[in-house]
Nanobody, 124 residues
Framework: QVQLVESGGGLVQTGGSLRLSCAASGLPFSDYVMGWFRQAPGKEREFVAAISRSTRSTRYADSVKGRFTVSRDNAKNTVYLQMNTLKPEDTAVYYC?????????????????WGQGTQVTVSS
């Protein structure tokens, strides 16, 4: 069974940093585009970042460009999201997702597998 398990969330003050991890199992990890999404209270799930299978390409939402960095280690079947200069607006449940296609997609429905999410709370 495919499993995506996020970790690394927590409570941090404005301006702080967190590094999220997503460990994948049950799928050929290196054959999947990996994405990060987030969902804040009262809002729809939104795209944050994605990384290609080869790691050569990345894509970011405008709201996180310059602050967040997505990376992956195919040998460890793990994708990461380094979040710096965190703002209260970044408070959300963060989800990782896997897409068997090769393009970096930014819509929820385009991803095949999802983790359960990890809470990130940024205090003001």
């Amino acid at each position: 069974q495919v499993q995506l398990v996020e970790s690394g969330g927590g409570l941090v003050q404005t301006g702080g940093s967190l590094r999220l991890s997503c460990a994948a199992s049950g799928l050929p990890f290196s054959d999947y585009v990996m994405g990060w999404f987030r969902q804040a209270p009262g809002k729809e799930r939104e795209f944050v970042a994605a990384i290609s299978r080869s790691t050569r390409s990345t894509r970011y939402a405008d709201s996180v460009k310059g602050r967040f960095t997505v990376s992956r280690d195919n040998a460890k079947n793990t994708v990461y999201l380094q979040m710096n200069t965190l703002k209260p607006e970044d408070t959300a449940v963060y989800y990782c997702a896997a897409d068997r296609r090769t393009t970096l997609r930014d819509e929820v429905y385009e991803y095949d597998y999802w983790g359960q999410g990890t809470q990130v709370t940024v205090s003001s």
